[in-house]
């Protein structure tokens, strides 16, 4: 059992391994937006116009998810009680993001990328809300100030 405050082996180990893949996403949208030659060169040309001609919020959903769960991952690893409200931020985007993808653009995105779209997508749900429970278990113990 862990003491009150103490900070838990476990934390420094979630926390690392959320930042390293939480990481991802930053770099995937910072990239993507700047139209970087190389990491876009992997996409069909029918992928780079649905990627890049997405609409303003969800470019902002995206942007929420991504950053929020890697800001998230860094509070996290601060011990900031903040991380959960990152986590809550990053699922609110992710929420967004997925409505876009899956709900208005289905059969597109389903074109597009098959089930890879689909996959990606739940594991990136699974993931988020682990971190968002992990986070605010943390919290409640007074793990994270």
Not at 61 to 79: K, P, Q
Request: net charge positive; proline share 3%.
């Amino acid at each position: 059992m862990t003491e009150v405050g103490k900070t838990p082996w476990h934390l420094w180990v979630v926390g690392v391994l959320a930042v390293l893949v939480n990481a991802f996403p930053v770099v995937d949208f910072t990239l993507t937006n700047v139209e970087n030659e190389f990491w876009l060169s992997p996409l069909t040309s029918d992928q780079r116009v649905f990627i890049l001609g997405a609409p303003l919020w969800a470019d902002v959903c995206w942007a929420l998810g991504g950053f929020g769960a890697f800001i998230g991952s860094v509070l996290l690893l601060l011990r900031s009680r903040h991380a959960v409200t990152a986590y809550i931020v990053s699922i609110a985007g992710l929420a967004g993001s997925t409505v876009y993808q899956h709900v208005l653009n289905g059969e597109t995105t389903r074109a597009l990328f098959q089930n890879v779209a689909m996959i990606v997508t739940a594991v990136i749900w699974a993931i988020m809300l682990a971190l968002f429970f992990y986070a605010r278990a943390m919290k409640a113990k007074a793990v994270l100030r």
